[in-house]
């Protein structure tokens, strides 16, 4: 009997420990449960604030961004410094030489003398060109001119980038793409002088002006691409109607490749627009490249363009037309040399007006060059008479910073 009492006692005993373990067991999940629901609250808490940051650092960002396009460093301006100096001999006085004139072209003392104006040495410019993306659609270019005695915003436009079916707007002060040097500027040229029947026509300040530009480029193997552009038309030369815009320019421009070294390159331009006293003037000019590569390093190329000029007077149409052809040898990648032979074919009064120049040039590095350069020339007249002009000129051309390679 004590033994059944004893068992009987010890079960007692041991179905009240289990279920005293079973509710503190039940006990201590529910308050693990109640934790658990405590800690994912502020988890989800935690994680709405972390997107809300994020959202606003995002909002900030894009605030930033398309309120400048030099916020950010990867829209920072490429910034390039050129400067150009010449040492001149020349068998005409400065005084004189000033006071040149191209008959049917200029008046005397009305030629304007940038480049290599003195005997001796000139401080020609220094150029400052910046570029910078804008943004996914547009990029912006500016350069300016710093003369001894002047500054000069040579050019600042703004071109897109994303445009469908080939298409390309620029707009801003710009060089035309009339022709094939127009659009370059006194460094990139192959001889330190400008061509005399752009001289002629346009003065150093050729066809750039405030306006648009509208180029589209045709989607073949073979590169075609034709232009137009309504520009102020503030040269003076050939336009200068004040009370409008007055200048439309069109060109047709196409490149083949002859074989895998031998390219030609042409095309044909039109610049119509009024004159200072409400006249027609056009402007047809045809131009050709012919490049022939030797080597790695060596080239030739042969440019020409051949300009004419129909401009209306008062009484009648002046018919006038000139033009240059120069051959370039690039033996390597540090010497070249070259010839160029201009003539003004139509003026009315003088006859043989030509000019002949030879030069050689070093180049010890792309960013630097030295060029000797010799001329006859047999344009201009000094006090009414025509005169031979022979000038030797050394110039030296430094560039720095980040430039953009220039078209061939």
Known sequence: ??????????????????NSELDTLKEQLQKQQQTTQLLMQKVDKLEKEKLQEEDARLDAAMVQDSSSSFSQNAYLPDIALI????????????SDYEAYAFPGFTEPG?????FNKNRGFNLNYAEVAMHSMVDPYFEAFAIFHLHPDEFEIDEAYVTTTSMPAGLRVKMGKFRSAFGRINEKHQHAWNFD????IYKALFGPDVISDPGVQLQWVAPTDTYIMTGIEALQGTNDRSFGESEKNNLYVGYLK??????????????VNLAHG??????TSNVYCVDLTLRKQLGSYSALSWQSEYLQRNKDTQTDTLKQAGLYSELVYQYNKNYSGGVRYEKITKDGD????????AMVQYKP?????????YSHDRTKVIAGSRKDIDTIMLTVNIATGAHGAHAY
């Open 83 to 94: 400067m150009n100096f010449s040492a001149v001999g020349r068998n005409v006085k400065n």
């Open 1 to 18: 009997m004590y033994k059944k009492w004893t068992l009987l006692s010890l079960f007692a005993a041991t179905s009240l420990l289990a």
């Open 110 to 114: 009305d030629a304007e003398l940038p």
């Open 254 to 267: 196409s490149s083949v490749d002859l074989s895998d070294d031998l390219s030609l390159l042409g095309g």
């Open 350 to 357: 003088f006859d043989d007006l030509d000019k002949y120049t």
């Open 274 to 279: 009024k004159t200072e006293v409400d006249k």
């Open 193 to 196: 002088e400008q061509p005399v």
């Open 365 to 373: 590095f792309p960013f630097s060059r030295l060029r000797l350069e």
